[in-house]
């Protein structure tokens, strides 16, 4: 435990002085990262949102996501990460598997300077290592390397925790669905930015959020959550979703399968 602590405190402070490839070559080196499974709902959410497009992921680690995916998900899947280790274990998987399609490339998320016709660009717990000002200029990367009908899918494995990050995302893109599962975010993201949406009746419910398109779902069915999970999301009248210097809640009804959200009641302002 002593010498877990000790290596995380060494790779934080790696990061701090700027030597952000060393430190995540090290945890990949040391077999951190090397755990191939990914949540169903990020494969599912992917798979939909791709629909045989060109893909693009951040973070990818040592490339396990493209091959977990249904056969015709994407067309062309492209994985970038910082670590050089784990790109080399990447593209070693991708050739031994004869796979044209999938390739691998290192690259900061901060220097990436776009690219075109993407499908769907995932990025699942990495974009909170960026500060505020890389996260913006990142997004607007990303809102302008999308195809027609491309989306942004931005993961995090804690809401609360990471809300500051998530808060960003829906200020600089607009917000096409949020879901919360667990503890766990889940926001696409779409090239209109959220000033340019309509304007809200104050206070008064309805159909759909005016910062918010098709969100159905804020809570999957309760096969996905634990008992202590269930129990604390049934508190829905506490969900809040800021967008901007505006705050969404759902009204709507619970059940054992989970939470689905009937309307949105708007107000100016954060509460």
């Known amino acids: 435990m002593v010498k877990r602590i000790t290596r995380r405190a060494y790779w934080r402070m790696l990061r701090f002085l700027g030597f952000s490839q060393l430190a995540w070559d090290d945890q990949f080196e040391a077999?951190?990262?090397?755990?191939?499974?990914?949540?169903?709902?990020?494969?599912?959410?992917?798979?939909?949102?791709?629909?045989?497009?060109?893909?693009?992921?951040?973070?990818?680690?040592?490339?396990?996501?493209?091959?977990?995916?249904?056969?015709?998900?994407?067309?062309?899947?492209?994985?970038?990460?910082?670590?050089?280790?784990?790109?080399?274990?990447?593209?070693?998987?991708?050739?031994?598997?004869?796979?044209?399609?999938?390739?691998?490339?290192?690259?900061?998320?901060?220097?990436?300077?776009?690219?075109?016709?993407?499908?769907?660009?995932?990025?699942?717990?990495?974009?909170?290592?960026?500060?505020?000002?890389?996260?913006?200029?990142?997004?607007?990367?990303?809102?302008?390397?999308?195809?027609?009908?491309?989306?942004?899918l931005v993961i995090v494995h804690s809401a609360s925790k990471h809300a500051k990050t998530l808060d960003l995302c829906r200020r600089v893109c607009r917000v096409a669905n949020e879901a919360i599962i667990g503890s766990r975010a889940f926001l696409t993201l779409t090239s209109h930015t959220a000033d340019e949406r309509m304007p809200v009746d104050d206070g008064k419910a309805s159909s759909r959020a005016p910062h918010l398109e098709h969100v159905e779902e804020m809570v999957a069915s309760a096969e996905e959550l634990t008992n202590k999970e269930r129990h604390r999301i049934l508190m829905w009248r506490s969900m809040c979703v800021h967008i901007g210097g505006d705050t969404f809640w759902p009204t709507g009804s619970g059940s054992s399968s989970g939470i689905r959200i009937r309307s949105w009641r708007h107000t100016s302002g954060r509460i």
């Open 31 to 152: 077999g951190m990262w090397s755990d191939s499974t990914r949540s169903p709902h990020t494969i599912r959410r992917v798979a939909e949102l791709c629909a045989g497009g060109r893909l693009i992921e951040f973070g990818c680690g040592e490339g396990h996501l493209p091959f977990l995916l249904p056969a015709d998900c994407f067309s062309q899947y492209t994985g970038y990460d910082i670590s050089g280790v784990a790109i080399r274990r990447a593209s070693q998987r991708a050739i031994a598997a004869g796979r044209g399609d999938i390739r691998f490339e290192r690259c900061d998320m901060a220097e990436w300077l776009g690219s075109d016709a993407a499908s769907l660009i995932l990025a699942e717990e990495c974009l909170y290592y960026l500060p505020a000002a890389d996260i913006r200029r990142f997004l607007q990367r990303c809102v302008r390397s999308l195809a027609a009908n491309g989306a942004i």
